[in-house]
Every structure is written in C-alpha cells, then in structure tokens.
C-alpha cells in the first residue's frame, strides 16, 4: 500500500548532539514537507520541498536542515539538538496534481532531547 | 499576522451531532482543510472548501463562508470512534497550510 513511513518513531538524545529523522514514501508525490507539533499549537513548517532540486524555509527553520536525497527520501536534520526542540515531528507528502492537493502526513517521529 | 482560531476542546454524546468550529485571518485564500487526528497519530484529511457553502461526505460536512473568515465541521451520528482532534488549515496566498491547534472532541456514552 502507497505509503509514507518516518524512521526513527521514537529518540530520545541529550542537548548538543546530531540527529537525523528520516522520511520516506511510496505514493509518487512530487511535494514533501517536514512539520513539528507542540502541545496547545498548530502545526508549524520547517521545511518543504516541491522536487529534489527545491528546498524552502517555512515558519521555523532555524536549527534544522534538510537534504531531499530523491523523489522519495526527505530527511531532517538537528545539527546540535536542544531541549526545545523537543516535540512531535511530521513528514507530510502532496501531489499538485490532485483535485485539492491534500498533504498525507507519515505516522511522526517523537523525539525528546534532554 | 496569519491566525486560525478553534475551540480547544468541546464534549458531545454518543449519536449526537457536533458542530466545530473555525474562523481564520490568513494572507490569501486558497482552500480550506479539515483533518481529523486521533491522539499519537497522524493527522488524516476529512474535507476541503474552497467555495462558499456545504461539501457534505457521509456524517461528516464542512461549510465555508470566505466573507466572513469562517467555516464550520460537522458531525453527526456520533460514535466513540469520532474521539479526536480536529485540525483546521488555510492554504494561504503562498500556496502553504497555516493550522490551528486543533479542537480535542471527547465522546460520551
């Protein structure tokens, strides 16, 4: 079944250190985007990508880089993790092709930083 | 700034019916989305105004007023399984989504 899958689901990793959270999809899409979700907010955009050339800055870049390793790989990256960056983490996938160009969003990465 | 507004919580009972609401500010307007995420998961898409009036799909229905920056998820015959958050999201001038926090539905027998 088309799918977007995110690894790891669950990391825990104290102040300072280097994470990478991986996402991945079978569905074709051409769009991908990188979103976190705090308690009390919306969901907030990092990062986006319309194809493996484009990268953009959404709302809260700053921290976080990202490399589109293909169509179907978008990864995210915390160069040097700190406690506010605690937070559910969402790939979310788009085709501009259809009717509403709706975002199907992986299963989320929670990650703690200490 | 860009705003979306939703209640953060509402109760409702088993078979009845709920209306949640949304009203936004946003740069633009290119469509409004309802998503539907249950606790730990992810979000998933319920329905989409982009015109004035109701999309209705099933017991869930979503009316749109772009006049006044208001739209409203509906939902009727509720089960226990309808417990959720409930997203609201502008697509705005630049083409991106702006949420809301999301609106916790808790279900009562």
């Known amino acids: 079944d088309a799918d977007v899958t995110q690894t790891p689901r669950n990391r825990i990793t104290k102040t300072g250190k280097r994470i990478m959270l991986e996402c991945s999809q079978t569905k074709g899409h051409d769009r991908m985007y990188w979103y976190r979700q705090d308690p009390g907010l919306g969901l907030r955009l990092i990062y986006y990508s319309f194809d493996v050339k484009d990268i953009n800055k959404g709302e809260i870049s700053d921290g976080y880089s990202v490399s589109r390793q293909a169509q179907a790989k978008f990864s995210l990256s915390l160069e040097s993790a700190i406690p506010n960056q605690t937070a559910l983490y969402f790939c979310?996938?788009?085709?501009?092709?259809?009717?509403?160009?709706?975002?199907?969003f992986g299963p989320g990465t929670r990650l703690t930083v200490l | 700034g860009q705003n979306i507004d939703q209640p953060t919580e509402m109760t409702a009972t088993e078979g009845a019916i709920v209306q949640i609401n949304c009203t936004y500010q946003?740069?633009?307007?290119?469509?409004l989305f309802w998503y539907q995420q249950h606790a730990g998961e992810a979000p998933t898409f319920l329905s989409y105004?982009?015109l004035d009036g109701l999309e209705e799909k099933g017991r869930f229905s979503s009316f749109l007023s772009r006049s006044k920056g208001y739209s409203y998820l509906l939902l009727k015959e509720l089960q226990m399984k309808d417990s959720a958050s409930y997203l609201c999201?502008?697509?705005?001038?630049?083409?991106?989504?702006?949420w809301g926090a999301g609106t916790k539905l808790i279900i009562k027998p």
């Open positions: 979310a996938t788009s085709d501009l092709h259809r009717d509403y160009n709706e975002q199907f």
């Open positions: 105004n982009v």
């Open positions: 999201a502008v697509r705005d001038s630049n083409y991106q989504l702006i």
């Open positions: 946003t740069s633009g307007f290119n469509g």
